[in-house]
């Protein structure tokens, strides 16, 4: 009995397997073995949206005259989306992995892992990757550069968009990723020693006006969320603060406990429960409205900072190609897991603030941030060597 296989080359996706053999069913089994037995025992290899496919008959003569039309049919059968060949994928029958870009432990990875064992709990199968490393570049690339049926998933925070801007080459187009869910957001907060003689934001900058260079601030970086929204507050307040870089917030923490810097440019939930303790003290919040944890905390738009927001987000995003209905289960499962009053409780006790946007309205809030963080950057001259 004659048979027929056909390789799929993914020369778009490098990182994967460089071919896989697919089995066909029986009714392209058999429009293969009639070629077979019309044209000779060689392969032809077509192309087709990017990807290749070499056809080989087990035998027959002739193959170069007719094999190319059945080659063009097999592969539209096979690529192109219709009502006898494609069907819908149940992602439930799939694991599904969510890459996080950072180490384990962080805010990041604490999401992953609760919307990933409240999605189990409903039938999913979902696993979480750390692939921390080169500023979350190395796990983005890993997303990018899978097949786009919906099974890998990327944990993205602001260095998704920052990288593009202060990066000159990227091994991946972060714009083609396929948006789901904002999740959830941490506004940053500018916070003192609890014995610092600064009461309020309006006194740090004048003390900051009258000693150009003498105070200072400490967040981590450079090129980060909190080291930009720094940045942007010398900018806006017309001010020189002296920029002391820490590999992360928690040291950068310390060294304000240990009185090292003045102040410190920090997320929320890195800070709250020494706020909460009394060892530091908020000058002011980097939110459109006062948080409910911190109802006394001004903002700084309240406190004359016109339109001045700067909040860590962490949203969901997928490979470049997916089928809208995958986006769509994806989207359902992760809203789903998100506004479960368990993950949701958790989220906030973690100092987060629940999002829950997706599709469009996530893509034009990334394209907003871009345009954020590229002004803060070219104005503060921002470089990564």
């Known amino acids: 009995m004659l048979s027929a296989w056909v390789t799929v080359s993914t ?16 009714p392209l089994r058999a429009l293969l073995t009639a070629a077979g037995k019309l044209f000779a025992g060689r392969s032809r290899e077509i192309t087709n949206r990017g990807t290749a496919l070499k056809i080989t008959p087990v035998t027959a003569p002739h193959l170069a005259i007719v094999l190319p039309a059945a080659a063009a049919v097999l592969a539209l059968m096979i690529l192109v ?41 409903a039938g999913f199968k979902l696993i979480v990757e750390n692939r921390p490393g080169a500023g979350t570049i190395i ?17 993205m925070s602001n260095s998704f968009v920052i990288n593009t801007i202060v990066r000159a080459k990227l091994p991946y187009d972060a714009f083609t990723l396929e948006p789901t869910c904002l ?27 009258t000693q150009p260079g003498a105070l200072s601030f400490a967040a981590v970086g450079p090129a980060t ?14 001010v020189n603060l002296t920029y002391v870089p820490f590999t992360g917030g928690a040291p950068a923490v310390n060294a304000l406990l240990g009185q090292h810097v003045t102040t410190v440019i920090a997320n929320y939930n890195e800070v709250m429960e020494q706020l909460k303790a009394g060892k530091l003290r908020a000058l002011a919040i980097a ?32 490979t470049a190609g997916t089928p809208k209905d995958i986006v769509s289960q994806l989207d359902a499962m992760l809203m789903t897991a998100l506004k479960t009053p368990d993950v949701s409780a958790k989220l906030v006790a ?13 893509r034009a809030y990334i394209k907003r941030q871009h345009e954020k963080y590229t002004r803060a950057i070219e104005d503060a001259g921002i470089k990564v060597e």
């Open 225 to 238: 969320t909190q080291h930009i929204a720094g940045e942007m507050l010398k900018h806006a307040a017309n």
């Open 11 to 26: 020369r778009r996706f490098p990182n994967l397997w460089p071919r896989r053999r697919l089995v066909f069913p029986a």
């Open 139 to 155: 796990g983005t690339e890993q997303v990018a550069h899978t097949l786009p049926d919906g099974t890998s998933l990327l944990i």
């Open 350 to 362: 973690q100092g987060l603030e629940i999002v829950g946007t997706c599709g469009e309205e996530f």
């Open 183 to 209: 999740l959830a957001s941490s506004p940053q907060a500018i916070v003192v020693h609890e014995t610092s003689p600064y009461r309020t934001l309006k006194d740090l900058i004048e003390a900051a006006r």
């Open 81 to 121: 989306p219709s009502g006898g060949c494609a069907q819908t994928q149940d992602l439930k029958n799939r694991t599904i992995r969510i890459v996080v870009p950072f180490p384990p432990g962080g805010t990041a990875d604490n999401i992953a892992r609760l919307i990933s064992q409240q999605a189990n709990t």
């Open 287 to 318: 939110s459109r409205e006062r948080l409910k944890a911190i109802p006394d905390v001004p903002t700084f738009i309240e406190a004359g900072y016109k339109d001045f927001e700067a909040s860590a987000f962490f949203g969901v995003v997928t």
